[in-house]
């Protein structure tokens, strides 16, 4: 065995590890994201005087993020990013086909496998924990909708990322949504953030959502102006990603979409 190949296939590995932004951010982003998520709930916890159900508070907020949420806006551009890897948008567009009817494609493809997680999600909770997320009520409709429309509008966004960087997004999708986490208070409130990232939090349409399912399952009421202002920051968003994506879609057309790496 000789260690000078050893050392040369190491050094190799290492030396691409600092070139490619997906090793680095593999490297220290989780780490990151991990220990504000947990240290915060573990802030929650210990400060918290009150008593509640936190199976189903967590359990709730899981099964919007990671199946609902994450999964539309992850899956979206992964639409995409499969077409760039099989180097079909090329055919695809030199076809009749449109952005708008490959855009609506994509969003119903996306959408029904986003509900096919949650509803199978929904049962997994319901037989092995039986928590019954049907406990949120009437709510449960409109919280669905405004993390769908988030869903949408942060997945052309995702979209329009992966125009620009080309098949090197690949990992980047994912990364780029779980760094919403920590800002929606997803598992924990709002307030334990401090004072200057509350103020990114609140441009965030997720953050009255899961700030309102916990208050739903709490206390039992919500603000409906809460609900409002997501909407309304959703659509804000939805406009901005739509142009962001089609400028991009614009760009790597004229620069040849068979050219996207």
């Given amino acids: 065995m000789n260690c000078g190949h050893i050392w040369a296939i190491c050094v190799r590995h290492l030396l691409l590890m600092f070139r ?76 009749t086909l449109t ?30 924990f039986k928590v019954n997320l049907f406990n949120i009520g009437w709510y449960l409709v409109p919280f669905s909708l405004s993390l769908i429309l988030s869903g949408i509008a942060f997945g052309f966004f995702l979209c329009g990322l992966a125009l620009k960087l080309g098949k090197r997004s690949i990992d980047l999708v994912y990364y780029i949504g779980w760094i919403f986490s920590p800002f929606c208070a997803v598992y924990y409130p709002l ?21 309102g399912i916990r208050a739903v399952l709490g206390n039992g009421t919500i603000s409906n102006a809460d609900i409002y202002t997501s909407f309304i920051l959703n659509i804000v968003y939805l406009i901005l990603s739509l142009m962001f994506f089609k400028q991009m879609f614009i760009k790597s057309k004229i620069n040849g979409l068979a050219n996207l790496d």
């Fill in 20 to 95: 490619d932004i997906n090793r680095i951010l593999n490297i220290f982003y989780w780490p990151v994201i991990n220990i504000i998520i947990y240290g915060l709930m573990g802030i929650w916890f210990d400060s918290s005087t009150q008593s509640g159900n936190y199976v189903l508070i967590f359990l709730a907020a899981a099964v919007f993020w990671e199946n609902v949420l994450l999964k539309l806006m992850t899956q979206i551009a992964y639409n995409l990013i499969d077409e760039m890897f099989d180097r079909n948008l090329v055919n695809l567009f030199t076809t």
């Fill in 99 to 128: 952005l708008p009817e490959w855009m609506g494609a994509s969003v119903l493809i996306s959408l029904i496998q986003a509900m096919v997680t949650f509803i199978f999600s929904f049962l997994v909770v319901l037989l092995l």
């Fill in 191 to 211: 307030d334990l953030l401090p004072s200057y990232l509350q103020l990114i939090s609140r441009l965030l349409p997720m953050t009255y959502i899961f700030e």
